[in-house]
């Protein structure tokens, strides 16, 4: 009977030293998981964003070569669709063959493209304008930036819609370029939001009908 | 004086007992650590920057994709250029030494050399984009990155992980303008958000048309 004791004590105290060194399933650990046969889990290709020796700059992704012409995805325009390639203010925010700024929104305002908008202007636009687009973003409660524009300002309001695209495509002042962050269609509906928001700020209760002023009240 | 003294009577038993307790620990480790809910769990590794997804998800309440920008569109979720840091740390923080690499980055073009942390075997084919799209929260395979300083594998993504899923879209499913949100629920009310569940994600699931995909070609092809 002893003999059986000390079996069942050396076999526990394996057990014990086993959890010991191995612990519990959770636990922290900075060194990356075991993988028993890796060769199906690791085959030799590409991918993304990886280290890679093969290209000169250490990295799987690789931009297009220059002057790559991105031909797919037309944008649906009042004008008919728009190729990524063409010259036309969809791409540019330019009036076609000036330097001017396209005054309007070139594609259809409807409410899915607003909608569109106020997701995409979340995301991108309210960390420092704001959701409001007052300028009073996260940015301004850690207090480090300094000029966040506020967009009902009237020098925004009367801007021409080709120059709020070419501010969110290349940037201005202190804001980065947003262009390599949010498509070009989106950049259009973001706009068209933005006018919504401006709308409804600098509106007064005199642009409703008789009957929305009785149900304000 | 026989051959075998009296105490081997008992050896047979002991080598029975023996190899039975042996089995059923050999088993029950096997079970418990042969899992990638050990293997894969709780891995967190040191990044080259100190990115705190708590900090900018969390308390800053950024939407996760304005720095994943191809997570709907792509299906890998991807890593952001160092520029997208600098839309807001050319001024916040813009001469603290722990982002003197995503500085370098961003002048140079080098890549700063982020530690994955969720890979899935390259067996696997795992579209984001499809998931996002269909209301799949980021928090169903991450966990609870916004309140994570540093990012540690949540969840086990083993394949009996996925299928749990794929067997019940509709007890995971939300809405898609809630899917960036991780702390949203139904309800605060835990009832009431478990029966919102399984009414209103069997709509999302027949509205959205969302399969439930078993097939082995679904994710191995």
Not at chain 1, 7 to 31: D, K, N, P, Q
Not at chain 1, 50 to 56: E, I, R, S, T, Y
Not at chain 2, 32 to 52: C, H, L
Request: aromatic content about 8%.
């Amino acid at each position: 009977m002893r003999h059986v004791l000390s079996i069942a004590i050396i076999l526990l105290a394996l057990c014990g030293i086993v959890v010991g060194i191995a612990g519990f399933r959770g636990r922290m650990s900075r060194r990356p998981p075991i993988e028993v046969f890796s060769d199906m889990d690791r085959q030799p290709k590409l991918r993304p964003q990886k280290p890679d020796a093969f290209f000169p700059n250490g990295v799987s992704s690789q931009l297009p070569v220059p002057g790559t012409v991105a031909r797919s995805q037309p944008i649906q325009t009042l004008d008919g669709p728009v190729y990524p390639f063409e010259d036309s203010p969809v791409n540019t925010g330019l009036v076609t063959g000036t330097t001017n700024f396209a005054p309007a929104d070139p594609l259809p305002v409807t409410m899915s493209l607003l909608r569109r908008g106020q997701a995409r202007f979340d995301i991108y636009c309210a960390p420092c304008h704001g959701r409001l687009g007052d300028g009073n973003g996260i940015t301004k409660k850690i207090g480090d930036m300094t000029a966040v524009a506020d967009l009902h300002d009237a020098r925004i309001v009367d801007m021409a819609d080709g120059e709020i695209f070419n501010t969110i495509t290349r940037g201005k002042g202190l804001m980065g370029a947003y262009g390599p962050l949010i498509p070009v269609r989106d950049r259009w509906a973001i706009i068209a939001y933005l006018r919504t928001l401006q709308l409804s700020w600098l509106g007064s209760t005199n642009d409703l009908t008789a009957r929305e002023r009785a149900a304000l009240k | 004086m026989s051959l075998f003294p009296k105490w081997t009577n008992w050896l047979p038993l002991c080598i029975v007992g023996c190899l039975a307790f042996g089995g059923a620990a050999v088993t029950a480790a096997v079970t418990y650590y042969f899992t990638p809910k050990y293997t894969r769990v709780g891995y967190e590794p040191v990044q080259p920057v100190p990115f705190s997804h708590k900090i900018h998800a969390g308390e800053l309440g950024m939407d996760c994709r304005y720095c994943h920008t191809g997570v709907e569109k792509s299906w890998f979720s991807n890593i952001p250029a160092a520029s997208t840091c600098m839309n807001c740390h050319n001024q916040v923080l813009k001469d603290d030494p722990r982002l003197a690499i995503v500085r370098e980055s961003a002048r140079t073009g080098k890549a700063i050399p982020w530690v994955q942390v969720h890979i899935t075997p390259d067996y696997v084919y795992f579209n984001h984009a499809v998931h996002v799209r269909r209301g799949i929260s980021c928090v169903e395979c991450h966990g609870r990155i916004d309140e994570m300083d540093e990012v540690q594998h949540a969840k086990p993504l083993s394949m009996s992980f996925c299928l749990n899923c794929h067997r019940h879209p509709a007890a995971f499913i939300r809405p898609v303008s809630k899917v960036t949100d991780l702390g949203w629920q139904w309800s605060t009310n835990a009832d009431e958000a478990a029966h919102l569940q399984r009414v209103e994600g069997a709509k999302l699931v027949a509205h959205m048309r969302v399969q439930s995909l078993q097939n082995c070609s679904a994710c191995h092809r």
